[in-house]
């Protein structure tokens, strides 16, 4: 297992948001993005700092062949919720300071917006294909392409109100 990939899977262990990981360690969250993503590597000083705060070696975290730590120890649970969050925690970093710090305190707020939409198209394709089936029995001359346009625009909503879930569970108020 290489470098990035041992970073990631012990700070999501850890419960640690890459912004969490970089205050710790001392270095911007776009940097632990970088290291992640393998563009980077850390430098020495920040190494033994990972190694500290995931309670491991610095050698362990260096040596690709070297995975019992992970063997004995239960990899953790990562979602695709925490994936997509993770996605937009870097997309919100590269925001200027006013709007970013602005969208990271209030950003929940358009999780909600989008859960609405979600629900509103969903329920208003619902109510619209009721009459479809109950009409489609008695005249056959109703096309099925209403249908298909309906389903569509269902999982259009689903895809809203899934995505406002994942808003809010990013940017949920912390609590003082």
Known sequence: ?????????????NGLSQE??????GVSRQAVSKWETGDALPEITKLKALADTFNV?????????????????????VT???KYADKIDNCVGNLSNKSGTFFKKYGWISGIILIVLGLYR????????????????????????ALIISI???LIGVAFTVGGIIVIKKFKPKKS
Not at 20 to 25: D, G, N, P, S, Y
């Open 20 to 25: 969490e990981l970089a205050e710790k360690i």
């Open 80 to 82: 695709m919720l925490d």
């Open 152 to 154: 569509f625009q269902i």
């Open 57 to 77: 070696t610095v050698d362990f975290l260096l040596d690709e062949s070297k995975t019992e730590f992970l063997q004995q120890n239960e990899s953790p649970s």
């Open 1 to 13: 297992m290489k470098l990035d990939e041992k970073i990631t899977l012990f700070r999501k262990k």
């Open 122 to 145: 969903i329920l208003t394709c619902v109510f619209a294909i009721t009459p479809f089936f109950r009409f489609n029995f008695i005249d056959s001359s109703i096309s099925s392409f």
